[in-house]
């Protein structure tokens, strides 16, 4: 139950993030993890794109191709 609960924290957090402002994946993962040290960011990112992925697949996010660059923004309501 706490992993669930940890996880929708999670959710949300990068939620806000989507809804300030359109961010590249790395974006988001340098918000949500500022101090990350350089040998953690691969696990890291691929926490962030499983979150991004659950948010693009429940329509809560979008994402969008620009030039070659993948950027993430939150659905508007």
């Known amino acids: 139950e706490r992993t669930k609960e940890k ?3 999670r ?3 990068i939620l806000r993030y ?5 961010l590249t ?6 918000r949500f993890f500022p101090h990350l040290p350089d040998k953690r960011i691969r696990q890291a990112m691929a926490e962030i794109l499983g ?6 697949e ?3 996010a979008i994402e969008k191709v ?3 660059i993948v950027r993430i923004t939150a659905a508007t309501t």
């Open 58 to 60: 429940t329509e809560r």
């Open 51 to 56: 979150q991004i992925d659950m948010l693009v």
């Open 66 to 68: 620009d030039n070659g």
């Open 7 to 9: 996880r929708v924290k």
């Open 11 to 13: 959710l949300l957090k």
């Open 25 to 30: 994946p790395y974006e988001v993962l340098t």
């Open 18 to 22: 989507l809804e300030k402002e359109s």
